[in-house]
């Protein structure tokens, strides 16, 4: 079993890589921190409360970290997310929780200085940019960093050149790419290139209603939102999954495939947000970035079914 801290903004698809992961018996979540992104942080606790709610996990700690992006303003994406951040599917509130006094980077500072737990990074980096000015060794003692962001070849979802979790929070991801590399230490990069393929259509949809009508309800009712907005901005049927594909790659090694390449994170001008992925070695820098390029979508969704499938099942 691996320890793991996943930081998040939820988010609809961030759920969906909550339930993931607490339905892996590969992974022990030690806590779930929350960072401004998709939703305002305080939201995004609540829907963290809501889906651990669901799995019936609330023993899974919850901080909460930044507000707000380093230096620009913040965007949030409640128009792809709702105005509930989990696709007006207006759960109730999760009566009795409270935002703990500990913040996110604390809880981070105090569990990772032991080297054996990873960070899976589903939302823009600024929690862990913080980690990084106020406790280097402990953001350097992160056992495996996966990220979910930017973008290699694919066009962005938020510029032509810029994914979301970048894009608005450019500075702080350009901080931990840029202290990775000065560390010889690597990101797990999955981008839009590979996500953009794990899409839920309705048929899929339908499917999982037929195998677990609890489950596939409550994904119904969180993604049904996102369904109309990958409509009306992409003509997509279904909607695209982003974030469960990286606690994929963090249980299973032969779903993504990619290069090792210096990347830095332009933070200004008409390309703010992109992921600048040196595939040819123009800049002669040693890799910070294993970026991902292929996608096993099958084996994807096979690892996915089966373990949200077995919610609310007897162990
Ligand atoms: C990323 O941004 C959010 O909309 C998703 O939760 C995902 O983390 C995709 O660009
Ligand atoms: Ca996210």
Redesign the pocket.
């Known amino acids: 079993m691996k320890k793991i801290i996943i930081d ?4 609809i ?2 759920s969906l ?1 909550i339930m993931l992961a607490l339905q892996s018996p590969e992974l022990e979540v030690i806590g779930i921190t929350i960072v401004a ?2 939703s305002p942080a305080e939201l995004g606790f609540q829907n963290a409360k809501r889906v651990l709610n669901f799995l019936g996990r609330l023993d899974v700690p919850v901080y909460v970290g930044a507000d707000r992006p380093r230096v620009r303003e913040y965007v949030n994406a409640l128009d792809t997310h709702g105005c509930d951040g989990l696709g007006e599917s207006f759960l109730p509130e999760v009566p009795g929780q409270e935002i703990p006094e500990k913040s996110a980077v604390e809880f981070m500072r105090e569990t990772l200085k032991g080297g054996d737990v990873s960070v899976i990074a ?2 823009p980096l600024t929690n862990l940019a913080d980690l990084i000015d106020a406790d280097i060794l402990a953001f350097l003692s992160i056992e495996r960093l996966v990220s ?1 962001g930017g973008n290699f070849r694919s066009h962005g979802n938020c510029s032509p050149v810029a994914e ?2 970048y894009w608005e929070d450019p500075d702080s991801a350009k901080v931990v790419f840029d202290t990775l590399y000065a560390h010889h230490k690597m990101i797990e990069m999955v981008g839009l290139d590979v996500t953009r393929e794990i899409v839920l259509t309705p048929e899929k949809l339908e499917d999982i209603k037929a195998r677990n009508a609890v489950v596939g309800d409550f994904i119904e009712k969180i993604t049904k939102f996102y369904f109309k907005f990958h409509w009306e901005w992409e003509h997509i049927r279904g909607c695209v999954i ?2 469960p594909l990286a606690v994929a790659q963090f249980i299973c090694p032969n779903i993504l495939d990619g290069i090792e390449a210096f990347t830095e994170v332009e933070t200004g001008g008409i390309s703010m947000g992109q992921t600048v992925v040196d595939s040819m070695g123009f800049y002669r820098k040693e890799s910070n970035a294993l970026v991902f390029t292929n996608v096993d979508v099958e084996a994807f969704w096979e690892l996915f079914l089966t373990r949200i499938l077995e919610i609310g099942e007897e162990k």
């Open positions: 998040c903004d939820p988010g698809d961030d890589a992104g998709n589903l939302g979910m979301y979790n982003n974030d």
